[in-house]
């Protein structure tokens, strides 16, 4: 069977060692899926794979052991998953139209964590339906606190949740339980003055421990949302790094729009040699330098009055030693 193998990927199924066999891997934004779709994933894989199904490192799952002419039978399987997930897709019949922009990762956020400052599964399937399908390389996490569960900083857009936490000393009873949980789990932004606590605002990383600590409900998350947004972390061969801090206390409406900005971005200056549109955007920062991605990422964007921008982003990384005399 002549297989297409550009098609192939496109269509999200994997070209497999095995001869005449493929997997395909379906997208669950956020980590969040419906017990339907466990259910259907589960009737793929008896009808037309091995059985097998694998969890991914993306919160997805691969279907294994597909036969290459069952493509189409198993697109038209994958209608209902589409749907119930609420994937933007046109032709849900025809099964995924881009594999580039990866699964959108999330924690499980404030539905279910005390440490979650939001809701981590709403923001990720809103930023699903704002950037997929798109055939660059997007990964994008979503992590409800500063323990970063999901690993945030491994991504190229990871967004930390962030609280300013709100003090009613009326409440307070002096026991210093946040002062001491700020202490031995966080940055230790709160001291004791005059039998009141005070908390440190430029050492305060909005992690909201302190709310979790205090057992009279002194300390209460902000009605606002705040976000930090970490970027271009990555693993692979060349120079794999963690994502450095850009904005501190953002809005969600300016880390959504610099999303979708940087597709523009990328459609700019993604190399012409990178095989089926698959360059990391942190190379092509690096090559094209952070001043002109931080132009097109920033149009259009109203930062809120607390957001707290770093001008200029240094990465560093392992770097791999290419020569005697040259590092790269």
């Given amino acids: 069977m002549d297989v297409n193998v550009k098609k192939l990927k496109k269509n999200a199924f994997r070209y497999s060692k095995v001869r005449g066999e493929t997997a395909v891997r379906v997208r669950v934004p956020g980590g969040r899926c419906l017990s339907e779709t466990l259910g259907a994933v589960k009737d793929i894989a008896d009808k037309y794979g091995n059985g097998v199904v694998h969890m991914t490192t993306r919160q997805g799952f691969e279907i294994m052991g597909i036969k290459l002419q069952d493509m189409e039978d198993v697109n038209r399987m994958l209608e209902p998953i589409i749907v119930g997930q609420k994937i933007n897709e046109q032709h849900p019949e025809a099964g995924y139209t881009s594999s580039g922009t990866r699964n959108v990762c999330a924690c499980i956020g404030n539905e279910q964590c005390p440490f979650g400052n939001y809701n981590t599964a709403a923001f990720a ?51 210093e339980a946040c002062v001491k949980g700020c202490k031995n789990l966080s940055v230790g932004a709160l001291s004791m003055e005059n039998y009141k606590v005070v908390r440190n605002a430029d050492k305060c990383v909005g992690c909201g421990v302190c709310v979790t600590k205090c057992p009279m409900r002194a300390w209460t998350r902000s009605k606002e949302r705040y976000y930090k947004l970490v970027i271009m972390g990555r693993t692979g061969k060349k120079n794999p790094r963690l994502g450095e801090d850009w904005l501190i206390w953002a809005d969600e409406e300016s880390i959504l729009k610099i999303i979708v900005n940087t597709y523009e971005f990328c459609d700019k200056y993604i190399s012409p040699d990178a095989p089926d549109r698959k360059e990391h955007i942190g190379y092509i920062i690096d090559r094209v330098g952070f001043e002109e991605f931080k132009r097109y990422a920033l149009k259009g964007v109203e930062l809120g009055p607390k957001c707290q921008v770093n001008e200029n982003v240094y990465w560093s990384g392992v770097h791999f030693k290419r020569d005697p005399y040259n590092y790269r």
């Fill in 125 to 175: 399937l809103r930023t699903e339906q704002a950037i997929f399908p798109n055939d660059i390389h997007f990964k994008v996490a979503f992590t409800g606190c500063a323990n970063d569960c999901i690993k945030a900083r491994m991504h190229d857009f990871g967004i930390i949740g962030m609280t300013e936490p709100q003090y009613d000393p009326t409440l307070c009873v002096g026991c």
